[in-house]
């Protein structure tokens, strides 16, 4: 049993509980009402409400935070790591739900259905002007971030018969290359290649420092006159100011689910955005992920999250140390007793060393395991021959740096 408290509209509180987990259930807990929230709870579960440094700091007991959703930028982090607190998402799992709304956004534009509406409410028929749209087949499509949402899209895009296509990016897994493989999806070496000419470009990469106002000046200049951009990730990824101006200059027509300063609050008179109110814009209120089929996927996956967690284990976790830390490999083979790693810490505390990452792996039989350790500082072989005079320990070794 785990102790929960969900501070958003989230599908899985009954599933939660009925796994026997203590679920304290509040919906409509703001970022400020956090902090008077979390004593003695373990485990925050969040899809909007942010999360900053001083709510990590206030809980007493937090060891993770569930991100009910695959973007984590509502969450400090790093705070989180600094007090050991894991963050974990569900990626992938709306994936099908935004490539949705981004096709949708696609043919809105392209047969211009938003001020087809408005002009039938408003008495209007104008069967000329609205039979003039393009088309999307045969269109060429980019996709900027060929990840689960960016993949999604495109198989439907090929479905429509559009040509797609995206930079080729070293390191995907075997996995995603196939993907793309059986989609038929083009490769090509770099960004501006990639946008060079494209029709439409769709844009599903994560909010991150890498990514801030990457769509800027110089993305868009790439843009031929007439292209469509859609943008279905986060709004932090767009120079807005830029964007107009290239609307301006280019005639570009745009579709959005996401603005920078969208307003906290899921309902909000008198919003004011210069993009989501330019007529060359199609608009949505970030309701990407906001199907019943997407929202309940979460809720499973948030629960395979927290499942795996009370069994010890952790998945999708987003602020580890992804590269190895500790200048040293310390490799120490010992009984499985009680005991047996608490004097090699010892020997290890007396020495001044650190172990900063540590795998224990225990045989078959539970006789005999073997610990892998990152450790901060060379060790010397008196400290060897410290280790190896252990009762517990069979033999050690060391080796400086990465190998």
Same mark, same amino acid.
């Given at each position: 049993?785990?102790?929960?408290?969900?501070?958003?509209?989230?599908?899985?509180? %009954?599933?939660?509980?009925?796994?026997?987990?203590?679920?304290?259930?509040?919906?409509?807990?703001?970022?400020?009402?956090?902090?008077?929230?979390?004593?003695?709870?373990?485990?925050?579960?969040? !899809?909007?409400? !942010?999360?900053?440094?001083?709510?990590?700091?206030?809980?007493? #007991?937090?060891?993770?935070?569930?991100?009910?959703?695959?973007?984590?930028?509502?969450?400090?982090?790093?705070?989180?790591?600094?007090?050991?607190?894991?963050?974990? *998402?569900?990626?992938?799992? /709306?994936?099908?739900?935004?490539?949705?709304?981004?096709?949708?956004?696609?043919?809105?534009?392209?047969?211009?259905?938003? %001020?087809?509406?408005?002009?039938?409410?408003?008495?209007?028929?104008? =069967?000329?002007?609205?039979?003039?749209?393009?088309?999307?087949?045969?269109?060429?499509? &980019?996709?900027?971030?060929?990840?689960?949402?960016?993949?999604?899209?495109?198989?439907?895009?090929? +479905?429509?018969?559009?040509?797609?296509?995206?930079?080729?990016?070293?390191?995907?897994?075997? &996995?995603?290359?196939?993907?793309?493989?059986?989609?038929?999806? %083009?490769?090509? %070496?770099?960004?501006?290649?990639?946008?060079?000419? $494209?029709?439409?470009?769709?844009?599903?990469?994560? &909010?991150?420092?890498?990514?801030?106002?990457?769509?800027? #000046?110089?993305?868009?200049?790439?843009?031929?006159?007439?292209?469509?951009?859609?943008?279905?990730?986060?709004?932090?990824?767009?120079?807005?100011?830029?964007?107009?101006?290239?609307?301006?200059? =280019?005639?570009?027509?745009?579709?959005?689910?996401?603005?920078?300063?969208?307003?906290?609050?899921?309902? +909000?008179?008198?919003?004011?955005?210069?993009?989501?109110?330019?007529? *060359?814009?199609?608009?949505?209120?970030?309701?990407?992920?906001?199907?019943?089929?997407?929202?309940?996927?979460?809720? @499973?996956?948030?629960?395979?999250?927290?499942?795996?967690?009370?069994?010890? #284990?952790?998945? *999708? $976790?987003? /602020?580890?140390?992804?590269?190895?830390?500790?200048?040293?490999?310390?490799?120490?083979?010992?009984?499985?007793?009680?005991?047996?790693?608490?004097?090699?810490?010892?020997?290890?505390?007396? *020495?001044?060393?650190?172990? #900063?990452?540590?795998?224990?792996?225990?045989? +078959?039989?539970?006789?005999?395991?073997?610990?892998?350790?990152?450790?901060?500082?060379?060790?010397?072989?008196?400290?060897?021959?410290?280790?190896?005079?252990? @009762?517990?320990?069979?033999?050690?070794?060391?080796?400086?740096?990465?190998?």
């Amino acid at each position: 049993m785990v102790r929960i408290l969900v501070a958003d509209a989230f599908e899985g509180v %009954e599933q939660l509980r009925q796994a026997g987990h203590d679920v304290r259930d509040e919906p409509g807990a703001s970022p400020a009402d956090l902090a008077g929230l979390l004593d003695g709870v373990e485990v925050l579960v969040v !899809r909007s409400t !942010r999360v900053d440094a001083d709510t990590v700091a206030s809980a007493d #007991e937090l060891s993770l935070i569930v991100r009910a959703g695959a973007g984590t930028n509502t969450i400090d982090t790093d705070a989180a790591a600094a007090r050991g607190v894991y963050v974990c *998402n569900t990626p992938g799992r /709306n994936a099908i739900a935004v490539a949705e709304l981004a096709l949708g956004l696609l043919l809105a534009i392209d047969r211009r259905i938003p %001020e087809n509406v408005a002009d039938l409410r408003a008495g209007r028929w104008d =069967k000329r002007r609205y039979s003039q749209a393009r088309g999307i087949a045969g269109r060429s499509l &980019a996709i900027v971030g060929a990840g689960d949402i960016g993949l999604a899209f495109a198989e439907r895009a090929v +479905a429509c018969d559009m040509r797609v296509r995206t930079v080729d990016k070293a390191g995907r897994d075997a &996995a995603t290359r196939d993907r793309i493989a059986r989609i038929g999806i %083009e490769l090509v %070496e770099d960004l501006p290649t990639l946008l060079a000419g $494209c029709d439409v470009v769709s844009l599903h990469v994560p &909010a991150a420092p890498g990514t801030e106002g990457m769509v800027d #000046e110089e993305f868009l200049s790439h843009l031929k006159p007439g292209a469509w951009l859609l943008n279905t990730s986060r709004g932090s990824i767009v120079d807005e100011d830029a964007l107009l101006a290239a609307i301006e200059e =280019k005639d570009l027509r745009v579709g959005l689910d996401v603005y920078r300063g969208e307003p906290d609050a899921k309902e +909000a008179d008198g919003w004011e955005h210069s993009l989501a109110q330019h007529p *060359n814009v199609v608009g949505t209120h970030h309701i990407g992920a906001s199907t019943e089929q997407a929202q309940q996927a979460i809720a @499973d996956a948030t629960l395979e999250v927290i499942e795996a967690y009370a069994r010890g #284990e952790v998945v *999708n $976790c987003v /602020n580890l140390a992804t590269t190895a830390l500790g200048s040293s490999t310390l490799v120490v083979r010992h009984f499985d007793r009680v005991g047996a790693l608490s004097s090699v810490f010892d020997v290890l505390q007396a *020495n001044d060393i650190n172990v #900063e990452q540590m795998d224990n792996e225990v045989f +078959a039989g539970a006789v005999a395991a073997v610990a892998t350790m990152r450790v901060s500082a060379g060790v010397t072989d008196a400290v060897l021959d410290e280790l190896r005079d252990l @009762d517990a320990v069979i033999s050690a070794s060391s080796r400086d740096g990465d190998g």
